[in-house]
């Protein structure tokens, strides 16, 4: 009797330490498991010159780098932040991959609450002065850190950030190989908010003596450009596709080109025009068929947008892989 009432006894007590864990295990909070922070890409860097355009100087560069890297500088569009657009669009991750530096400048709220570049504002893209000196002192504080090499400096803007692009170029040709103009405008398309709207809705109106004489105005000794790149889809509802002629217009009379000798290409994804002046350089223009307002990037058929960034769009035709193409970082 003894040893069948101490076997019992044991097997009751086991079961209720069983039932005891079993409740401390319901009742205790669950142990929080320790996750790590995804890495930022891009880090920011303050002191990079006087700043008189207020802006936010982020870039990333890669771990390893060659001796003399190149420099791609991307410049977003309204309503978008440099994170936003490097996640969905990946130039860090080519830039990994290719071995340059990118460098991202971030407009603030307190100059337009938008997020747009002010491209449309005199003071902002006069030369050496506003944002447009900002955009500059980064380059050239990228170019001291990395010992950059100063004849691969790239740019690429999409929207504000591809109308302030063509204006760069027009104002500092010297500084850049290569430009693309992704759904922007023309130069000297507009001189205040109110106009800038209307020619992004409409289209802006040919000035009387040429579009080209708005390059022509701003850097009257200049002979020859960096490449350009314009890129536009011809659904886009927020900029209209006739902008992109006119900054196909634009930088082929500056250019002195000829609009008849274009080379067109049909492609899966719409058309591309091209043409080329004596001194090498070229204007490109991608149009891209049912692209709304964005920059183009190759996905998978069923991906219609980037969840990331609204304005970084699935085609056919990656714009960021092109470009590596066309600027020889490939």
């Not at 002979?223 to 902008?243: E, L």
């Not at 769009?313 to 020889?328: H, K, Q, T, Y």
Request: proline share 7%.
């Amino acid at each position: 009797m003894k040893i069948g009432f101490s076997r019992s006894l044991s097997r009751a007590i086991r079961s209720q330490k069983k039932i005891v864990r079993l409740v401390e295990a319901v009742l205790q909070p669950p142990r929080r498991r320790r996750t790590r922070k995804a890495p930022q890409r891009l880090e920011t860097i303050v002191g990079f010159g006087s700043n008189p355009g207020r802006l936010v100087m982020k870039f990333f560069a890669p771990p390893k780098l060659p001796e003399r890297p190149p420099v791609v500088v991307v410049l977003h569009g309204c309503g978008q932040t440099p994170e936003s657009l490097d996640a969905a669009s990946g130039f860090s991750r080519l830039a990994r991959e290719k071995g340059f530096v990118v460098v991202y400048p971030e407009q603030s709220k307190s100059n337009n609450p938008h997020g747009c570049f002010n491209w449309f504002r005199p003071s902002s893209v006069a030369r050496d002065r506003g944002e447009l000196l900002s955009v500059r002192q980064m380059i050239e504080h990228a170019g001291k850190r990395y010992g950059v090499d100063r004849k691969r400096v790239f740019v690429v803007g999409l929207s504000a950030g591809g109308a302030m692009t063509a204006v760069l170029v027009a104002t500092y040709p010297d500084l850049f190989a290569g430009a693309a103009i992704v759904a922007g405008m023309p130069v000297g398309a507009a001189r205040e908010a109110m106009s800038a709207l209307r020619a992004m809705r409409a289209g802006a109106p040919t000035p009387a003596e040429g579009w080209g004489s708005r390059i022509v105005g701003i850097s009257p000794e200049r002979r020859s450009w960096p490449s350009i790149s314009i890129w536009h889809g011809t659904a886009d509802s927020v900029v209209n596709p006739k902008n992109a002629n006119a900054s196909v217009d634009q930088w082929l009379e500056a250019m002195n080109i000829n609009r008849e000798s274009s080379h067109i290409q049909k492609k899966a994804w719409g058309e591309l025009h091209s043409w080329r002046t004596a001194h090498g350089s070229s204007v490109t223009f991608y149009s891209v068929a049912d692209l709304a307002h964005g920059l183009p990037v190759k996905k998978r058929a069923r991906d219609r947008s980037n969840p990331k960034d609204p304005f970084v769009l699935a085609s056919d035709v990656s714009a960021p892989l092109e470009l590596m193409r066309l600027w020889g970082l490939s």
